[in-house]
């Protein structure tokens, strides 16, 4: 995406910024290496793979979609967040990680199966080995190249999501199917996966797709600000309360993001522009927190939704007595830390662009995530403290442009043109048609000495 960007001068403000701290995972692998500059897995859907597709419960091959897209867009723009933040990432059908074919039956299963026709190894992912059909790269293993994440971005079937690594590997999850325990609703029935991860009881969740700016989908309410991956996000209001818990996670459709394309057939949509907030509904007689869980925030527009969540290594999890087959049968602490991160990608008959949706508020609490479950030492987020407001008063300024209807706008902020290290202050601002006046009233109290910002044209 190559942004555009309109100067809006330098600001004489208050208070010093924080320096950025370079942190680093300290995911201890099989071997008892401390893995630091390891792979992270993010899971794909098997669908989506000429091979692996015949042995998942998909009845065709993603290409084949006469609408597309024929990938998961979102699983590759997770992978491009990381990379741009200095991780390496590989994209892996969900098939390749599994050790039956679908579907899973009591009775025998059968192995998937690798290009060459042997029982499929998810460990050589796991353990820093080369895939069967890489024969060339030397050397075949190496160590410090295990995986230290998962993220399991929900693209896939939920009757095809990965089993639990017993390797101790820390795993973000997407996929609403694998939150629960196995006393209620078995990720894809009882021929499914298997795959659950003992975050809650009684599972009663799924994909929120409200996309009303209006009502507060696009928002999240905070519920721990003093968790290690808020710390320092800024908070602020919603449509539907003006207290400032808030944060939007969700951004506005882009002018012409569906411009172009058919109007959906029936129920299927291939909306370029589409929400899908992983949630469990958390009142009364429906989904139970697991003693260990931390629930981070709820959706604003339905608060018994919990949408982001996080599990210490070592904290206590569900249920885990009730399926023999899952490899976390009888445990009863986490082996790793987990989050529950509030996007899923969907599946069939879908864009698959729901990480792409997200604000940049919400692409930063991704990272931030991923790094706090592979246990790096998170450093409050250096925000320049000014607030999106309504109202002007001594501690607050008015920037304004002139719009253009083919546009959103974004303002960051910078305390130094050498270098500059811009952040984020407002995200997905909303253009009023062309040579229509955009202006943005902001609270810059507690924002440092000297800010330089800039308007950035979105797409």
């Given at each position: 995406m190559k942004n555009r960007f309109v100067w809006a001068g330098a600001l004489t403000l208050a208070i010093a910024a924080l320096s950025q701290v370079e942190t680093r995972a300290v995911y201890t692998n099989l071997n008892g290496t401390i893995i630091t500059n390891g792979t992270i897995i993010v899971t794909t859907r098997a669908a989506g793979d000429g091979h692996f597709f015949l042995q998942s419960s998909s009845t065709i091959d993603d290409m084949e979609d006469n609408q597309g897209p024929g990938c998961s867009p979102g699983d590759v723009a997770m992978c491009e967040l990381l990379q741009d933040n200095g991780y390496a990432t590989k994209l892996v059908p969900d098939k390749a990680l599994s050790y039956f074919i679908y579907p899973f039956s009591t009775s025998g299963n059968s192995p998937c199966l690798d290009v060459y026709g042997n029982p499929e190894n998810p460990q050589l992912y796991y353990q820093g080995y080369c895939g069967p059909a890489d024969?060339?790269?030397?050397?075949?293993?190496?160590d410090l190249l295990s995986a230290m994440l998962i993220v399991i971005s929900g693209s896939g079937s939920s009757s095809d999501v990965i089993q639990p690594n017993t390797n101790g590997i820390p795993v973000v999850i997407g996929e609403n199917a694998i939150l629960g325990a196995s006393d209620?609703?078995?990720?894809?029935?009882?021929?499914?996966?298997?795959?659950?991860?003992?975050?809650?009881?009684h599972k009663t969740g799924n994909n929120y797709t409200g996309s009303n700016p209006a009502n507060g989908d696009l928002y999240m309410k905070v519920l721990l600000p003093n968790h290690p991956i808020m710390q320092g996000i800024p908070l602020v209001s919603c449509p539907i309360d003006t207290n400032r818990t808030y944060v939007k996670i969700i951004r506005d459709p882009y002018p012409n993001e569906n411009a172009h394309l058919l109007p959906p057939v029936g129920s299927v949509s291939h909306a370029n522009y589409d929400v899908s907030t992983t949630y469990m509904d958390i009142s009364a007689g429906n989904s139970v927190p697991a003693p260990g869980l931390q629930i981070v925030g709820v959706l604003a527009s339905h608060t018994n939704y919990s949408i982001f969540a996080t599990m210490e290594r070592g904290a206590?999890?569900?249920d885990t007595t009730q399926d023999p087959y899952s490899p976390w049968y009888n445990?009863?602490?986490?082996p790793a830390r987990m989050v529950h991160f509030f996007v899923n990608e969907q599946g069939s008959h879908r864009s698959r662009r729901n990480f792409n949706a997200l604000s940049v508020w919400g692409r930063i609490l991704f990272l931030r995530a991923c790094q706090w479950a592979m246990e790096e030492n998170l450093q409050p987020f250096q925000s320049l403290g000014i607030i999106d407001v309504s109202l002007v008063s001594p501690s607050t300024i008015r920037l304004g442009w002139t719009g253009s209807h083919q546009y959103n706008y974004r303002i960051d902020g910078t305390t130094s043109l050498v270098n500059p290290n811009w952040t984020p202050i407002v995200d997905s601002i909303l253009n009023n048609g062309d040579g229509v006046r955009v202006t943005r009233t902001l609270d810059i109290a507690s924002a440092p000495q000297a800010v330089f910002m800039r308007v950035a044209q979105l797409p």
């Open positions: 024969t060339s790269e030397s050397p075949q293993y190496n209620f609703n078995l990720p894809g029935g009882a021929s499914g996966s298997h795959g659950e991860r003992f975050l809650y009881s206590t999890l569900a445990y009863t602490n986490a």
